[in-house]
C-alpha cells in the first residue's frame, strides 16, 4: 500500500481490510425485556472475563496495526503511518460500522501514557514502547495518585533516588487503573524534596514486571476490581526511562491530565450524554410512571443536559484534533456529564426504589444498581466535581483563588 494514500484510496484500503477482517455492526432494536440489560458502569467482571477481553482486544489491535490502520496519525519512525487526522475520522467512521472488539483495556495506555512519551520520552523509550503499545502488544497504567496525594497531585511521596545510570524507586501508589493488567506504568516519583513541591517531581517509564513492584486489587462497590493499590520497593529504573528533565515531572504529569480529561470526556461523549437514556426512559414506561409530570421533568433535563454536554466534549475533542490545547471546555463538559449521571442515579432510584437494591428478578430493574454505584467513581476519576467547579470559578468566571497556599500543586 502506498504510503501517501488519497483520502479515496484510503477510504477504500480501509474498507476493504474492515469487510475481510470484521462482521458488519447489526443495530437491533430490542423489545423491553429482550437481550443482555447491562448498563453498569466500572462493571463486576471475573478475572477470566477480563483476560479474554484483553486478548479479544489484543488480536484486533494488531490485525489492525498491522494493515496499517493502527496508528495512523503517528510518526512514521516510531511505527505510525504519518496521515493527517482526517485520515483517523475517515476510518474511525467505517470501523464503527463493524462489529469489533471493545479496545476499553487500552484507552489508559494510547489515551494517556503514549502521547505523554511522544512528548517527553527519551529515543530508546519511544522506540521500545510506542509501537507495542498502539499494536496491543503491551498495556500501560497511569500510576499518579497516592494514598495522600489525590486532587492535590504534587504531595506525592514515592521517592526515586539516582544511583548512577539507574533511579531507585520506592514508595506507594493507589486507584491505579489496569495495574494488574499492565506491563508498563507511567510514574511521577519526589526527587528532590528540598524543592517547593511540584517542581520537585520526575517522570519515569517502569516495568510493571520488575522485581519490587507488587499490585494488590482493590475492590470497588459495584463488585469489579478494575483498579488496584501498587507498591514499589527498590525498584530499579533505567534514566533511560526518565520522561522530561530531572525535577521537571510537573509539566509530565500535565501532559498526561490533560490528556487523561479528554479521554475522560470523549469515552463519556458517546456514552454519559445518550448513555442509557433511552433505556431510562422505557423503564419509566414499564414502571407505569410515564404520565407523571415531574419526572418527565426530570427526564427532558436529562436529555437536554446530555446533548449539551456532548457537544462542549465534541468542541474539546474538535480542538485537540486540530492541534489546539483544548481551554476550559474539557472541565465544562466533564463536569456536565457527571452532574447528568448524578441526575440519572437520582431519578433511577427514586422510580425504582427497592427494586434498584434487591434482586427481584423483574428484567431491567435490579441491573441498575451497578450503574448508581459506579456513578461516583466518575464523579471522582480525571478530576473530582469539586475540583472542576474551582477551575470553572477560578479560571473561567474569574472569581478570586482559593484561600489555600496549597494550590500550586492542585491536580487541576
Ligand atoms: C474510577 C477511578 C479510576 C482511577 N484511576 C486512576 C489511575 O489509573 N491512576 C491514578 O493515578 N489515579 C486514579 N484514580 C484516582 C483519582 O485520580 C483520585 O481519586 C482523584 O484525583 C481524587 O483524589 P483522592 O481520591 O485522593 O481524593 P482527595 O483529593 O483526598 O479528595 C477528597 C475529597 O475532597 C475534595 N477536595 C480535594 N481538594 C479540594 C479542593 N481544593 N477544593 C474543594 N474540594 C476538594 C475532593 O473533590 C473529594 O471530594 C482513579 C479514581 C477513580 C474513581
Redesign the pocket.
Known sequence: MPDTPTEAEFEKQALEFLEANAEPRVEVTRAWGEGSDDVSV?PERTAEEELAELEAARAWAAKRFDAGFGWITGPPEYGGRGLPRSYQRIYDSLESRFATPPQTLFG?GLGMVAPTILAHGTEEVKDRYLKALWRGDIVA?????E?G?????AGLQTRAVRDGDEWVVTGQ???????HLSDIGEIICRTDPDLPKHKGLTGFVVDMHAPGVEVRPLR?MTGGA??NEVFFTEVRVPDSHRLGDVNGGWTVALTTLMNERAAIGGGMASGGGGMGTQRLIELIRHQGRAGDPAIRQQIAEIVVNGRVASYTNMRAMAKIAAGQLPGPEMSIAKLSLTMNMRRMADLLSSVLGPKLVADSGEWGTYAWAQFVLGV???R????????L??IIGERVLGLPK?P?P??SG??A
Not at 141 to 145: A, E, K, P, V, W
Not at 380 to 387: C, L
Open positions: 466500572l489508559i497504567c497511569q500510576l499518579f495518585s494514598p496525594a489525590g486532587s492535590d497531585l501508589k493507589v486507584w491505579t487503573s489496569g495495574a470497588q478494575s483498579f461516583p467513581g466518575m471522582i476519576a480525571g478530576g473530582s466535581d469539586e475540583i467547579h474551582n482559593e489555600s496549597e494550590t492542585s491536580r
